[in-house]
Nanobody
Framework: ELELMESGGGSVHAGGSLTLSCRAS?????MGWFRKAPGNKCELVSH???????FYADSAKGRFTISLSDTKTTVFLQMNNLSPEDTAMYYC????????????????????WGQGTQVTVSS
């Protein structure tokens, strides 16, 4: 059973930066980050395949950068210019399956999940 260990959440002021990390206990084909704010549905932030293909939600484009470690077992999410709207619980997700581009957009495409790390951005 693959395990995901997240770190890096915290509290920052608007305009600040945070980097989230998620280490997988084994090989994956794709890793990503979803987030859920109170009252909102869980939404994709970004994902990356092990061959380096990336996707960003519109809310993340230009501000967030997703990357993999050399071993491809740790995914990073560098978040810059954070705003209060980014406040949410962020969840690392991973899959060992090959996903279509559409499948990779939704929670159902991922079969492993982290516990979540809270990101709070104050104005």
């Amino acid at each position: 059973e693959l395990e995901l260990m997240e770190s890096g959440g915290g509290s920052v002021h608007a305009g600040g930066s945070l980097t989230l990390s998620c280490r997988a206990s084994g090989a994956t084909s794709r890793m990503g980050w979803f987030r859920k704010a109170p009252g909102n549905k869980c939404e994709l932030v970004s994902h990356i395949s092990t061959d380096g293909n990336t996707f960003y939600a519109d809310s993340a484009k230009g501000r967030f950068t997703i990357s993999l470690s050399d071993t491809k077992t740790t995914v990073f999410l560098q978040m810059n210019n954070l705003s209060p709207e980014d406040t949410a619980m962020y969840y690392c997700a991973a899959t060992t399956n090959v996903l279509t581009p559409r499948q990779a957009l939704y929670t159902g495409g991922y079969n492993y999940w982290g516990q979540g790390t809270q990101v709070t951005v104050s104005s």
